[in-house]
């Protein structure tokens, strides 16, 4: 996204940057964000990056370099998720516009309250209820493999019997696993890995959720999101980790 003027109201204020061509490390680029930002981290750019939202390059021993471009769109993404709030979802497809040139229209303040008053939802698809025979339908599985999941905590119905929709992703990854022997008893110390780690993720947000603060409650969302992507790669490097233990 190339550079741009206006006001912080609108996602086009600058923020200072290096002179064009000069590359700047993870930490530089922090440093220039916080006068604005005051709140943002290494992990939060880490995670912008993981999701699609900045590509820095790359030097030959990994260390990231970030241009005036990335630095510019990384401040892009962190002012319409303060003053508009934006969800990822809708800031990637606002990038990808900017890239070819067309102009993007942000939400007004009726919107954005929208978001904040529980009318507008910022991650909607994360929110939505399938059904039993949905679920069977997107997975593949009978009634008697669910029923064994639900057995074993891996899969639960809300009281009504609908699911909610990440139940498929996981449902997905249960049938994959058993084609390579792993049996629904056997992931029973992977839900329970997962709920202590959201346990944690809880106690880090409750805080922000319980305050007054519409944007703060937002903001624990986004938090939260962040953690647990943080949680997952963590869970990866470790099991990696641990495997080329045991098998070199």
């Given amino acids: 996204m190339p550079r741009s003027t206006g006001g912080a109201g609108d996602g086009t204020a600058t923020v200072p940057a290096a002179e064009d061509g000069t590359l700047l490390s993870i930490g530089a680029v922090l440093s220039r964000l916080r006068d604005e930002f005051p709140e943002v981290t290494i992990s939060k750019i880490r995670f912008l990056e993981a999701e699609g939202l900045v590509e820095p390059q790359r030097t030959p021993s990994g260390y990231r370099k970030f241009g005036v471009a990335d630095v510019e769109r990384l401040a892009y993404v962190l002012r319409v998720q303060r003053d508009h709030y934006l969800p990822l979802r809708v800031i990637r497809e606002h990038l990808d516009a900017l890239d070819r040139g067309e102009p993007v229209a942000l939400p007004g303040p009726g919107e954005s309250r929208g978001v904040l008053?529980?009318?507008?939802?910022?991650?909607?698809?994360?929110?939505?209820?399938?059904?039993?025979?949905?679920?069977l339908a997107a997975t593949g599985a009978g009634g008697d493999a669910l029923a064994e999941w639900e057995s074993y905590g891996l899969v639960l119905p809300d009281a009504d019997g609908g699911y909610a929709a990440d139940a498929?992703?996981?449902?997905?990854?249960?049938v994959?696993?058993?084609?390579?022997?792993?049996?629904?008893?056997?992931?029973?110390?992977?839900?329970?890995?997962?709920?202590?780690?959201a346990g944690l993720v809880e106690q880090v947000v409750a805080p922000l959720r319980r305050h007054r603060n519409p944007q703060t409650r937002l903001h624990a969302e986004a938090t939260a999101r962040e953690l647990a992507m943080l949680s997952v790669r963590l869970h990866a490097a470790m099991v990696q980790s641990a495997l080329r233990v045991r098998l070199d």
């Avoid at 529980?118 to 025979?133: F, H, K, L, Q, T």
């Avoid at 498929?168 to 249960?174: E, Q, T």
């Avoid at 994959?176 to 022997?181: Q, S, T, V």
Wanted: aromatic letters at 2%; zero cysteines; glycine letters at 8%.
């Fill in 117 to 135: 008053d529980g009318s507008m939802e910022p991650e909607e698809p994360a929110r939505m209820r399938i059904g039993r025979d949905e679920l």
């Fill in 168 to 174: 498929v992703n996981v449902a997905r990854l249960i």
């Fill in 176 to 197: 994959d696993l058993g084609r390579f022997g792993l049996e629904p008893r056997h992931l029973r110390a992977v839900k329970a890995a997962a709920d202590r780690e």
